[in-house]
């Protein structure tokens, strides 16, 4: 069964810090893989997307990894902002197009 | 360069009744995709339309159906509402090639009574 799962569901951290959040799938055959930045109310925002070549991808402060053995991706955020504050969900493409969205990691940064 | 506009944004209607979403994507883009998002399941994918053609489908019921005009402008219609059916519809755009960053709208917040 194709499937997105992201973890953990909520964090909390202080401004200035860094945090990673995990997504590992099981989508089959895999295409690509990306993430998305949604503030509340407003519609998702790409951050990154990565083929299945490719270990890693910068974003000014957002860095996904890709491990396409292991089927796992993580987002790494440095030095928090409130302004990242926002739920960041993984999608993962099967060939032809075919999305599958885990359900988000809801990220707070406090002042 | 205009983004992806969504109307209307908010929508309150009743079980039974039939609703009809609009999505203007990006100048250019040939591609839109239409989403639903609840709380509980998070995001899904109904269906996407390329050059006026459903080029792929999620899994969602009949009632659910869409069209695309030859401006690539899209329309998602639900009929027969549920109260399930309450979620926010996001469409996205792209030029319609694979791996390639998609542009979402704002979305249309509809509220089922």
């Known amino acids: 069964k194709n499937q997105v799962e992201q973890s953990p569901q909520s964090l909390i951290i202080l401004e200035g810090k860094n945090c990673t959040l995990q997504?590992?799938?099981?989508?089959?055959?895999?295409?690509?893989l990306r993430w998305y930045k949604q503030d509340t109310g407003r519609g998702p925002v790409s951050l990154t997307i990565?083929?299945?070549?490719?270990n890693t991808k910068s974003n000014r402060r957002y860095t996904a990894t890709l491990d396409a053995d292991t089927k796992q991706s993580s987002l790494h955020i440095t030095a928090s902002q409130l302004s990242d504050s926002a739920s960041y969900i993984c999608?993962?493409?099967?060939?032809?197009?075919?999305?599958?969205f885990g359900t988000g990691t809801s990220l707070t940064v406090i002042p | 360069k205009a983004g992806v506009t969504q109307t209307p944004r908010y929508l309150i209607k009743t079980r039974g009744q039939q609703v009809t979403l609009s999505c203007s994507p990006i100048?250019?883009?040939?591609?839109v995709s239409w989403y639903q998002q609840t709380p509980g399941q998070g995001l899904q994918f109904l269906f996407e339309?390329?050059?006026?053609?459903?080029?792929n489908k999620g899994n969602f019921p009949g009632r659910f159906s869409g069209r695309q005009f030859s401006n690539s402008r899209s329309e998602m219609n639900v009929s027969t509402l549920e109260l399930g059916d309450s979620a926010l519809y996001l469409c996205?755009?792209?030029?319609?090639?694979?791996?390639?960053?998609?542009?979402f709208g704002p979305g249309t917040r509809l509220l089922v009574l």
């Open positions: 996205a755009s792209s030029w319609g090639q694979e791996g390639e960053t998609q542009y």
């Open positions: 997504c590992n799938y099981t989508v089959s055959p895999f295409s690509n």
């Open positions: 990565m083929t299945f070549s490719e």
């Open positions: 999608v993962v493409s099967r060939t032809g197009n075919q999305f599958y």
């Open positions: 100048s250019g883009h040939r591609s």
């Open positions: 339309y390329f050059s006026e053609t459903q080029r």
